[in-house]
């Protein structure tokens, strides 16, 4: 048994299941039910842990579509565990803290029901080993995301918030298909394992950069990268667990998997460095500065995230020119930024995680967020003030806490960086050790605004819904857990370093763990007064003066007023696509029926038609065809006289009988031709379809005589004409013409093969039984598209429960 | 006007268990003869359909108190869950397996996994034929 493909579907099974223990288990919270299963996830992979970190990797396939080498392969090494082990160990603290966080009136069996179909896509995404798999992962995360993001669809900002996340990650993740595609196209396979095996063979084509280009604008956008941050902060709109868990821990760091994932494939690249640590480093810049500036308290974490997320993401883009120089002594050093980057992913989890978790808390206890508002709450919230002074710390980089080591590891690397002299580094690399101060300067101010504003100075009851209290306790177990988490990763850095990074870092350096390189790193807290240390004093004494100071250099955001922002830009464009086809929609959709039967037709006999004509099928071998008997000579003229007669019909009632001669024609004519089975099908169908007729021409009114226009009913016989002549040309030259090997011998011995006699069912069944389950859900969407459109209508009417 | 149809309400409650049995003889006919999910299917939905049609909406959904979306929700379940029971054995999605069992009274017998996938699709065939009738005659 494939055990841990397994394990990226328990969390999908748990989402069916959960809807039902929610529905009839009643004096049970439904969370506790859920929490089990990241609970025994983080179990299970916490005990393949020494089987990774002794340098092994599990495979395991499980088969799909084996015939286009679509398989469900799992492949967990380090990177991919280091991932895992966050999904399932902040989703099980997420779920606890949820617990008491969400009211027994939400609607919590769907809440649970889309977590648990997250940490299932998100599982699958760091997991999989094929691209196509991967994007099918990485896109249920987008929409698992977008269904959290709207959990409270009655408000407008929430909707809003999820339809902006959706779209421009959903854009993203078509783009890196389309990439995924390419690649898969030069290297001839699915499997990100052997395009990496043979990178050598394909980086000279010329599809390799817009591959690349496209794979990184997905990243990009899921891990909200300038210029597509603008979602992450709208996705605040989430309940807090959500923003704690999708939006910081978890799903925002699919982009920067993605990143670390491709970085031996186009790792080598001067694009790939100068994109990846550029956009990172304007990031962490952009976030940092623009979270200083927010009063609501998420949308500074939010902020505080993206610019996170840049820092991580530039790492990687640093940490790849080991790639491009290949191995030697000089170039492992730069591998030192990739290192630092996943041991900085993993304290970011914890250290944000834990501040998401204050914010909801705060916000729960005293009913808002805006910081203009608090202050004061260090007395009356001690606990809650001492996880979040924790969390705030590690985020400004400063010891005793994780945050110190990772940013201390950064500066290095920026500096190490700063000394290269390729891809133009001699001339530009200064600057990207001075943007990563000035970013980390800022990062500072926001983390200390943080804390201040939240917790420090005038307690201000009249401002305030409720007053501050200290929340139940189970609410602070989790984030004191991620706080204990942060001071233990400080002391203890290593034991993360050894067991998760280091393995990683094979995973993503493979021609460097091919030659023996030594890619781990001792993490040291002290290590003299070297610059990076001098940088972080640096940061401390400018951070404290600036936030002193904010009052009168604040004046500088009015330099980005929102009326030229991206999201402004966002928002004109969406209108503009909006309005624009809404205009060419109403050119052409005229909600006449037989208009859209002219297009249809039009389309038919240009299309069928054309495609006849251009392949020169026109080869008519009626002599080869057998003669036609009397009998049906008679069926096909009764059929001939019915079609023609409908035309002249009086009332729909004839017109419906009429119909059904030509039906049940065909149905004789099925039999006469020896196919039973679809002379069954076609009589049922005739006898269902009359009383759907008959039940709607209920509500019709009665058959009015048309009175068109001369020249439309002209183009009208002449469109019908065309179609019949067509038609008729086809049936003909079917015939005449073999294009292709028939198919048909492959089915002939149905009874062998599966078991039955009757091929046409065994075909529907078993051969093609593919084409068959679709068309079942085809039938089934189309069933509730006429429920809806006919019973939800009236609904609504009366039941207007969203705002505007 | 009120039109008398004692005659159809009688033989309807007769021949609405004949076109049963044919339902589900055609529905296990299929496999080697004609019939199967599909036919099956729609026979059963217009044996139903006969129902509606000559006693009221109401008394039928009274007797027969079926949310017919759920039937087709839960046949696309069963089909597309067969497909994913194939992967749970190691093949391919899909793959339907079948084999001969020796099952007192009816010996011989050959049991398969394409049964329970056709009877996803009869289900959603009933589930949709009713689902869309029902609604277009309730329609005010």
Do not use: C
């Amino acid at each position: 048994m494939s055990t841990i493909v397994l394990a990226i579907f328990i969390p999908f099974f748990a989402a069916a299941i959960i809807p039902f223990l929610y529905k009839y288990v009643k004096n049970i919270h439904v969370g506790w039910f859920a929490i089990l299963v990241p609970t025994a996830l983080f179990l299970y992979l916490a005990s393949l842990i020494p089987t990774i970190s002794s340098g092994d990797v599990i495979v395991q396939t499980m088969n799909w579509i084996p015939s286009y080498g679509i398989n469900l392969t799992a492949y967990l090494d380090g990177l991919s565990l280091t991932l895992a082990l966050l999904i399932s160990g902040v989703g099980a603290l997420v779920i606890l803290y949820s617990i008491y966080y969400l009211s027994s009136r939400e609607a919590l069996g769907s809440f649970y029901t889309y977590l648990m179909l997250f940490m299932g896509a998100m599982l699958g995404v760091v997991m999989a080993d094929n691209m196509l798999v991967l994007y099918v992962f990485w896109e249920l995360t987008s929409i698992s995301s977008f269904l959290l993001i709207a959990f409270w669809y009655q408000r407008k900002r929430s909707r809003e918030g999820a339809k902006k996340s959706l779209i421009i990650t959903v854009s993203g993740g078509i783009s890196m298909l389309v990439g995924f595609i390419m690649v898969g196209s030069m290297a001839n396979t699915w499997s990100i394992r052997e395009v990496i095996a043979d990178v050598g063979t394909i980086n000279e084509h010329v599809l390799f950069i817009p591959a690349m280009l496209l794979v990184l604008l997905g990243a990009f956008t899921k891990s909200a990268q300038f210029p597509f941050h603008i979602w992450l902060p709208d996705a605040m709109e989430a309940p807090t667990p959500v923003s704690a868990y999708l939006h910081s821990a978890t799903m925002v760091k699919a982009g920067i998997y993605l990143v670390a994932r491709f970085t031996p494939v186009f790792g080598g690249e001067a694009v790939w460095f100068w994109a990846v640590t550029g956009v990172g480093i304007f990031t962490l810049f952009w976030g940092s500065f623009n979270a200083v500036r927010q009063t609501d308290l998420k949308a500074l974490l939010a902020y505080s995230t993206i610019s996170q997320l840049g820092m991580i993401m530039s790492m990687f883009g640093m940490g790849s020119a080991a790639l491009y120089l290949g191995y030697s002594t000089e170039s492992v050093i730069y591998t030192g930024s990739t290192f630092a980057a996943l041991f900085h992913l993993v304290n970011h989890s914890t250290f944000k995680g834990a501040l998401f978790m204050i914010v909801g808390i705060v916000d729960h206890s005293v009913g808002t967020r805006d910081i203009r508002r608090l202050g004061g709450l260090i007395t009356l919230m001690p606990v809650t003030f001492t996880v979040a002074t924790i969390g705030s710390m590690s985020m400004a980089g400063l010891p005793p806490f994780n945050g110190f080591l990772s940013k201390e590891m950064f500066f290095i690397s920026t500096l190490d960086i700063s000394e290269a002299s390729f891809f133009g580094l001699g001339s530009w690399g200064i600057l990207i050790p001075v943007i990563a101060w000035v970013a980390s300067v800022f990062t500072f101010v926001y983390s200390t605004v943080f804390v201040v504003k939240t917790f420090l100075g005038p307690y201000k009851e009249e401002k305030l819904e409720h007053p501050a209290h200290e929340p139940k306790p189970g609410m602070l177990v989790s984030p004191i857990i991620l706080g204990l988490l942060v001071i233990a990763f400080f002391f203890v850095p290593n034991m993360v370093g050894k067991h998760l990074i280091t393995p990683a870092m094979g995973g993503i350096f493979p021609t460097f763990a091919a030659e023996g390189a030594d890619l781990g790193q001792h993490i040291h807290a002290w290590h003299g007064f070297t610059p990076e240390l001098v940088m972080t004093i640096g940061v401390i004494l400018f951070g404290v003066l600036l936030f002193l100071t904010r009052k009168y250099w604040a004046g500088v955001y009015s330099l980005f007023p929102e009326k030229r922002s991206i999201n402004t830009f966002y928002g004109f464009m969406l209108n503009q696509i909006e309005e624009k086809s809404t205009l060419i929609t109403n050119k052409y959709m005229t909600r006449y029926l037989r208009d859209y039967m002219v297009y249809i037709f039009t389309f038919f006999i240009l299309g069928i038609g054309g495609t006849f004509i251009f392949t020169g099928a026109y080869k008519f071998t009626l002599p080869e065809n057998a003669s036609i008997s009397n009998f049906e000579w008679l069926i096909v003229l009764a059929m001939m006289a019915a079609g023609i007669t409908v035309l002249f019909a009086k009332s729909r009632l004839t017109a419906i009988v009429l119909n059904s001669i030509l039906g049940f024609g065909i149905a004789i004519l099925f039999v006469l031709f020896r196919a039973p089975d679809l002379a069954l099908t076609q009589m049922i169908i005739e006898a269902v379809t009359t009383v759907l007729f008959l039940v709607a021409y209920y509500f019709l009114p009665e058959l009015d005589k048309e009175d068109t226009r001369k020249k439309t009913k002209n183009i009208n016989l002449f469109i019908s004409i065309g179609v019949g002549v067509v038609f008729t040309a086809v049936a003909l030259g079917v015939q005449g013409n073999r294009a292709f090997e028939t198919i048909s011998s492959f089915y002939e011995n149905s009874y062998e093969l599966a078991g039955g006699n009757n091929m046409v069912n065994a075909i529907l069944g078993d051969f093609r039984a593919f084409d068959t389950m679709l068309e079942v859900i085809v039938l089934l969407i189309a069933g509730i598209g006429v429920y809806t459109f006919i019973r939800v209508r009236t609904k609504k009417e009366s039941d207007q429960i969203e705002d505007k | 006007m009120k039109i008398n149809n004692v005659i159809l309400r009688t033989v309807t409650k007769l021949v609405f268990f004949i076109i049963l049995t044919l339902a589900v003889y055609l529905f296990f006919a299929g496999h080697n003869s004609p019939g199967g999910g599909f036919s099956g299917g729609l026979v059963l939905a217009s044996a139903l359909v006969l129902l509606f049609i000559v006693f009221d909406i109401e008394t039928i959904q009274k007797g027969l108190p079926i949310d017919f979306k759920l039937v087709a929700a839960f046949g696309a379940l069963l089909s597309v869950g067969t497909g994913f029971g194939a992967l749970v054995f190691g093949e391919n999605f899909l793959t339907q397996a079948f084999d001969y069992f020796n099952i007192p009274f009816f010996g011989k017998t050959e049991l398969t996994t394409v049964t329970i996938f056709e009877g996803g699709v009869a289900l959603v065939v009933v589930g949709v034929v009713v689902t869309i009738l029902l609604s277009i005659s309730e329609d005010e």
